[in-house]
């Protein structure tokens, strides 16, 4: 059974960082590319952040471009997202994702095979 495990959200002032974390188990980590999205209330699930399955490629959605930074750590099964600058827009819940294309960047949400239940992450103005 594949199973996503996000943590690492909560209560935060705007300016301030979080670092999101998930813990991936019943996948081969290493063949999957890892997204996180996230969605506020009333909204659909968005983008924010992909990494191939090496690490070596990242991309970004324009709104939290220079301000989070996605990575893995495909020994420990880990995927991350820190986040930096926050602001209240920044408020929803947080989901990972991983994704069995290898062929090209993915950072839409029907490319994505499995996902975790979130974490709530709450920036405060």
């Known amino acids: 059974q594949v199973q996503l495990v996000e943590s690492g959200g909560g209560l935060v002032q705007a300016g301030g960082s979080l670092r999101l974390s998930c813990a991936a188990s019943?996948?081969?980590?290493?063949?999957?590319?890892m997204g996180w999205f996230r969605q506020a209330p009333g909204k659909e699930r968005e983008f924010v952040a992909t990494?191939?399955?090496?690490?070596?490629?990242?991309y970004y959605a324009d709104s939290v471009k220079g301000r989070f930074t996605i990575s893995r750590d495909n020994a420990k099964n880990m995927v991350y997202l820190q986040m930096n600058s926050l602001k209240p827009e920044d408020t929803a819940v947080y989901y990972c994702?991983?994704?069995?294309?290898?062929?090209?960047?993915?950072?839409?949400?029907?490319?994505?095979?499995?996902w975790g239940q979130g974490t709530q992450v709450t920036v405060s103005s």
């Open positions: 994702a991983a994704s069995r294309i290898r062929s090209y960047i993915v950072h839409d949400v029907g490319e994505y095979d499995h």
């Open positions: 990494i191939t399955w090496s690490g070596g490629t990242t």
């Open positions: 019943g996948l081969t980590f290493g063949t999957y590319a």
